[in-house]
C-alpha cells in the first residue's frame, strides 16, 4: 500500500498546473490581441445525464463560452480569474477555506459578488473547467464527518509531514476535515470499509469492537455524507482495494444517503471520483423491517412522494435492490431507523444483523 | 493536574450509589409493606428560576411525588425504575446508549413508552431524582462536537485505560463522545480555552496555530453545543483553572449559544455543572460590527423578535455587556458572521481580531 504515497501530492501538482494552464491560457489570449475566452461543459439541466457506464451523473455534449468581449461575461470571467488565484494562494500556502471564506475573502480584493450564492456558482465553474474538486483548491465546507478504525496514515498538511497515526488512537474517532482527506495511506489490516449514516450507530461499532471483530474501517457520515468524505471514501475503495457497505436508516432518505455515496449526486456531474460505484447498501432495507419485525413509524406523505421520486431517478436503474425495496416500502407503509435493532438488546445489531449484511444477503 | 485522576471513577461510584440508593429505597419500602414512593423537584415551569448565585436555572422548592398506589403512577414509577435498571447495565457494562436506543431498547425487556418523547421525560426524571446528567449514565447525544490543542488525556474506556494520548495527534480535531468526555485530565500547556461556534473557524484556528500562539485549547460547538460538550468546558474550567473564552457569530443566535455555555438552560436546571458561569462570551458583538466595518446583513423579523425574548430573559441580567450589545443590535438592525473578518484575509481574525478580545476588551 506504500506504493500510494505520492497520489496525493501528485495531485496537488495537477490542480496547479490546471490553475496555472488557465492562466497561461488567458494570457496567451491577451498576448496574440484577442480577448481571452473560456469554453467549460454546460450545467443546465438538460445537459446533465446518468451514465450507466461510469454509474454516475455527467456532463453531455453541450458546451458554453465565457468571453471577455462580452459585456454580460466580462463580471463572471473576471470572478472566474479571481476564484482561481484565491485556489492557487491557498493550494501554495497550503491553508484552506470555506465556501463562506471565499466570498467575504473577494472583499479583501475588491472583487464583488452580489452574494453567496453567485461565488459558489462561480466555484463550481471553476470546478466543472478544470475536472477538480473545490477540495482540491482547499475549499472545504462547514459539514463533518469522522472516521476509527486502523489505518495509519501520513499526514501532509504543515507542521504534520512525515508523522504516521493511527486512527484507532482516539476512541470517540477523528474528524474527516482537510488534514484527514489530503493523508497517504500506509498501511491497514482492515479488509473493508463500513459507512454509517449515523453518530450514534458509529459509536456502538466502535465499542462493540467491530472495527476488529469485521476488520474494518468504519466511517460516520453525519447523515448526507459531505463531499470530502464520499470522495474519502472512494479513495479508501481505490487505493486500498476494499470493498465499502453503506448502513443507513430504512427509509426513503437513508436509501438515498447510500446512493449518493454510490451514484453521486447530479450538483456534482461536472466532477469524477467522488462516487463510489461498487459500494453497496447493505441496509436498512424494507424487507429487513419484514425479516426482524422491527419496531416501525408509519411513512408520512413526504415520504411516500420521495419513494415516487426515487423510482423514477436513473440512478435507481442501476441494481434491482433499488426497486424491489421501494415496492416494498410503499407496500408495507413502514419505516425504521438503525437504533430499532436494540428492541433485541443494544448488541444485536452489530451480534447478529450486521455479520448477515456483511455476507452480502440479498 | 494529575492529582484530578480520581474524579472521574469517583464520579462514576457516585452515580452507581445514587442508583443502588433508589433500588434500596425502593425494596425497604415493600420490605415495610408500603407502597413504594419516590419523590423529586418539580419541573414546571413555575418552578424553575433563575438563581443569581449560581448564575444558571435551578428547580425551586416544589416537590412532586411518584406512588405506586395511585393508578396514574404505577406506570411512570415503573418507567422510571427501568430505566435506572437499564443506566446501571449499561455503566456496569461500560457502554453507552442514546435516548432513541433506550427508547428501542426498552422493549427488549418488555417496557412500553407510548413515544420517545415519554422515554426521554422518564430519563429526565432520573436525572431530577439522582441529580446526575444522563451522561453519566451513559446515555449521550447523536450531536458531535470537536476538541483540538496540547492536552494529554488519559481514557478510562475499555481497551484504553492507561493509554495517555494527546489531542494535538489529529490536526483535523478529535470527536468529542463518551471517551473524551469520561477521560481523565494529565497536562497541560495550555492557559485558556476557546470555544468556536463554528467548524469552519475551528479548522482555521488549527492551521493558524492559535493552539500554540494563544497557548490555547480548541472546543468547536457545532453551533449549539451539546450537553456533553457542555458540561466537558466545565470540567477545562475548574479542573485546570482554565479561563473560557466563546466566539459565535455576531447574531442574537450566536450571541444564545455563548450564554448557554455561560448559565445554561431552564430544560437542564435540574443539573449542575453543564455550565461555565465564569467564561466569557468575546465576540462577534454588536459593536464589532461597528469597530472593524464588518460585512453584514440585515436583521430580519425573526432576529429582532428573538432579540426581545433575549432583553427579558433572566440571564441575561448578570452582566451589562449582554444588554448593551442587544440594544446595538436593535440599533444597527445588522448581523454578522466569524467569516466576515475575512475581508480583511484569511488570517485577520486570527492575527488582530483574537488578541484584543482575548486581553479583554470592553
Known amino acids: 500500500m506504500a506504493q500510494n504515497k505520492p497520489k496525493i501530492t501528485e495531485r496537488k501538482?495537477?490542480?496547479?498546473?490546471?490553475?496555472?494552464?488557465?492562466?497561461?491560457?488567458?494570457?496567451?489570449?491577451?498576448?496574440?490581441?484577442?480577448?481571452?475566452?473560456v469554453n467549460m461543459p454546460s450545467r443546465s439541466t438538460e445537459n446533465i445525464n446518468y451514465d450507466p457506464n461510469t454509474r454516475q451523473y455527467i456532463l453531455g455534449e453541450k458546451y458554453v463560452s465565457r468571453s471577455a468581449r462580452n459585456i454580460r461575461h466580462i463580471k463572471p470571467f473576471t470572478q472566474l480569474a479571481w476564484v482561481a488565484l484565491f485556489s492557487n494562494e491557498l493550494t501554495s500556502q497550503r491553508k484552506t477555506s470555506t465556501l463562506r471564506d471565499v466570498y467575504y475573502s473577494?472583499?479583501?480584493?475588491?472583487?464583488?459578488?452580489?452574494?453567496?450564492?453567485?461565488?459558489?456558482?462561480?466555484?463550481?465553474?471553476?470546478?466543472?473547467?478544470?475536472?477538480?474538486?473545490?477540495?482540491?483548491?482547499?475549499?472545504?465546507?462547514?459539514?463533518?464527518?469522522?472516521?476509527?478504525?486502523?489505518?495509519?496514515?501520513?499526514?501532509?498538511v504543515p507542521g504534520y509531514e512525515g508523522k504516521t497515526v493511527n486512527l484507532t488512537s482516539h476512541p470517540d474517532g477523528v474528524l474527516i476535515g482537510p488534514a484527514v482527506t489530503s493523508s497517504e495511506f500506509i498501511k491497514t489490516s482492515a479488509d473493508k470499509v463500513i459507512a454509517i449514516e449515523k453518530g450514534a450507530l458509529f459509536t456502538r461499532f466502535i465499542e462493540e469492537n467491530v472495527h476488529n471483530k469485521h476488520k474494518s474501517i468504519l466511517i460516520s457520515c453525519g447523515g448526507q455524507a459531505p463531499r470530502q468524505t464520499r470522495s474519502f471514501i472512494r479513495r479508501?475503495?481505490?487505493?486500498?482495494g476494499l470493498p465499502v457497505f453503506i448502513l443507513t436508516d430504512g427509509d426513503p432518505w437513508g436509501m438515498h444517503i447510500a446512493q449518493v455515496i454510490i451514484s453521486g449526486s447530479a450538483n456534482a456531474a461536472h466532477l469524477r471520483q467522488l462516487n463510489t460505484?461498487?459500494?453497496?447498501?447493505?441496509?436498512?432495507?424494507?424487507?429487513?423491517?419484514?425479516?426482524?419485525?422491527?419496531?416501525?413509524?408509519?411513512?408520512?406523505?413526504?415520504?411516500?412522494?420521495?419513494?415516487?421520486?426515487?423510482?423514477?431517478?436513473?440512478?435507481?436503474?442501476?441494481?434491482?435492490?433499488?426497486?424491489?425495496?421501494?415496492?416494498?416500502?410503499?407496500?408495507?407503509?413502514?419505516?425504521?431507523?438503525?437504533?430499532a435493532f436494540s428492541r433485541y438488546g443494544l448488541t444485536y445489531i452489530v451480534d447478529e444483523y450486521l455479520p448477515t449484511k456483511l455476507e452480502g444477503k440479498k
Open 106 to 156: 473577494a472583499q479583501a480584493y475588491e472583487m464583488t459578488f452580489s452574494d453567496q450564492q453567485e461565488s459558489n456558482n462561480i466555484i463550481t465553474d471553476l470546478e466543472t473547467f478544470t475536472g477538480f474538486a473545490r477540495e482540491d483548491f482547499s475549499i472545504f465546507p462547514e459539514e463533518r464527518s469522522a472516521i476509527f478504525g486502523d489505518l495509519d496514515i501520513g499526514y501532509t
Open 236 to 240: 479508501l475503495h481505490d487505493e486500498l
Open 277 to 339: 460505484p461498487d459500494a453497496v447498501w447493505s441496509g436498512v432495507w424494507a424487507n429487513d423491517i419484514i425479516d426482524y419485525k422491527l419496531p416501525t413509524d408509519p411513512l408520512d406523505e413526504v415520504d411516500v412522494k420521495r419513494l415516487y421520486e426515487l423510482q423514477r431517478d436513473p440512478r435507481y436503474q442501476n441494481d434491482p435492490i433499488w426497486h424491489r425495496e421501494i415496492k416494498t416500502f410503499l407496500k408495507i407503509k413502514r419505516k425504521t431507523e438503525l437504533e
Open 13 to 37: 501538482q495537477e490542480v496547479i498546473n490546471g490553475l496555472k494552464a488557465f492562466g497561461a491560457s488567458v494570457y496567451n489570449q491577451l498576448d496574440q490581441g484577442v480577448f481571452p475566452t
